[in-house]
């Protein structure tokens, strides 16, 4: 059976999507004609993305008054095209910027392709859920103080599991010293249009923001927007970094998808937050009730003393029960027909959005009821397992030019890697190529491994063995 045959029959089977897109698949508000009778290219009275005057500039300008920037791009290369286009157009070759050690693995692609030399911000975990916390404005002042040629600061805001840094204090310190902010919210394209969601960064004070509209809001995978604010981006250089890190012939299929998700959002957006938002408190209402799941609520987020948390984001935890995240996730999909999002040791993701149905919610909450009067309390001894700065003892670029043998894994310690290992999703790096392989982060890589967790970045897919320096 063929992709578009197991697509069919996947979409005829009844499993409810909690997971991105963020249109998911919900038929009833979202209508299109076939996509063939639309798929062009640049023809007369269509634009062209890269240089736009017509269709396309109304249409990004629209984008731009709705989140109150001072210029929005389309992407159709997803988020990563964004993050590159960003990182490049805001940094010369070699500079050194302050980055959240917590980002997206096209933020280190992006570091690699220009030689930029990394500070690293490591967010402090989550105890309770064993999930990382937000950047403080105190660790970036604290950065910004020691190293007087930082160019550029990289956050992600909301992370994977929608913990929301203060980037208005954060943009506040970087413009005192002159820097730009550049914040990864793929997560957060919703944010900023109800009360019951933390603010975006556009209107934050962010320099860069990337939005994956496809992630959250109702639009077609890899559609996303690059908004820029301030003084100290330069549009002729983010225009000339997204002609290079975009297709020269985007789809306007995929661009027709974002303007029919700005057409929702202006005409009926008000009415769908409403709905979303009253369904979502009627869940963690509900969700109180559970005696052994615990869920992450914002109350949790700020006793921790965390800024602010996306509620929706449902974080979902077995631990000290005598179940694991996975097994969860795999009772979830195979008894109950609910696909989550992300799965880890003790806890699984879901991922909301306008676009999901009451219907949605009520499955989810009726399968996590049987399930809670189905588990017992299990004490656990697990140590949570904390970010520990791996010594880099040269730069990602000359890592992965140099010279490279493979050994087993489990004999990997003391070796410099050659290669990233990636915990994906959400494709944050436990290990950027050139930094040593430590015991302890080692422990932690088998860990993920034994647990059935998805370690990529690999050249070996069984996970056997690692490229190291070999001089």
Request: with cysteine; proline share 4%.
């Amino acid at each position: 059976m063929n992709l578009y045959d197991s697509l069919l029959k996947y979409s005829e089977a009844g499993y409810y999507p909690m997971h991105m897109p963020g249109h998911k698949r919900n038929s009833r508000l979202l209508a299109m004609c076939d996509p063939y009778s639309i798929d062009i290219t640049e023809i007369d009275g269509f634009d062209n993305l890269h240089r736009p005057e017509g269709i396309l500039k109304v249409g990004m300008e629209a984008w731009s008054d709705l989140y109150n920037s001072r210029k929005t791009y389309y992407l159709v290369g997803g988020s990563s095209a964004g993050i590159l286009t960003g990182i490049s157009a805001c940094t010369s070759r070699g500079d050194k910027v302050l980055v959240a050690r917590n980002c997206h693995k096209s933020v280190y692609h992006a570091l690699y392709l220009r030689g930029l030399e990394p500070v690293y911000l490591y967010p402090p975990v989550m105890k309770e859920f064993g999930i990382n916390g937000g950047i403080s404005v105190e660790q970036v002042e604290e950065h910004l103080k020691c190293q007087g040629d930082i160019k550029l600061i990289i956050l992600t805001s909301p992370t994977y599991e929608g913990i929301v840094s203060d980037i208005r204090a954060i943009a506040a310190a970087a413009h005192s010293y002159g820097i730009p902010l550049m914040v990864d919210e793929a997560h957060g394209a919703h944010l900023g249009f109800h009360k019951g969601f933390p603010e975006t960064a556009v209107r934050l004070g962010a320099d860069v923001v990337v939005h994956s509209i496809h992630k959250t809001l109702p639009a077609f995978t890899q559609t996303a927007l690059l908004h820029i604010n301030g003084h100290l981006v330069e549009e002729e250089k983010i225009e000339r970094y997204l002609a290079i890190y975009q297709s020269s012939s985007p789809s306007y299929v995929l661009m027709s998808g974002i303007e029919k998700c700005l057409e929702l959002l202006k005409n009926n957006g008000i009415e769908l937050f409403e709905s979303y938002e009253k369904m979502l408190c009627g869940f963690y209402q509900e969700a109180k009730g559970f005696k052994n799941i615990s869920i992450l609520t914002d109350n949790t987020v700020t006793r921790e003393g965390f800024y602010r948390f996306d509620p929706s984001k449902l974080v979902l935890s077995v631990k000290g029960t005598n179940m694991t995240g996975k097994e969860l996730y795999e009772v979830l999909l195979h008894t109950y027909k609910i696909q989550m999002e992300m799965v880890s040791k003790d806890y699984v993701l879901g991922m909301t959005s306008i676009a999901d149905r009451q219907e949605g919610f009520d499955r989810l909450l009726a399968a996590l009821k049987e399930i809670d009067r189905r588990l017992g309390k299990e004490t656990t001894t697990d140590r949570v397992m904390e970010y520990a700065p791996p010594k880099a003892v040269m730069s990602c670029e000359e890592a992965l030019n140099a010279p490279f043998k493979e050994v087993l894994l489990s004999n990997s310690e003391g070796f410099i890697s050659g290669e990233y290992v990636y915990l994906y999703p959400p494709g944050i790096p436990l290990l950027v190529p050139g930094e040593r392989i430590e015991k302890e982060l080692l422990t932690q890589i088998t860990s993920c491994q034994k647990q059935g967790l998805s370690l990529q970045g690999l050249a070996d897919y069984s996970g056997n063995t690692i490229r190291v320096i070999s001089i």
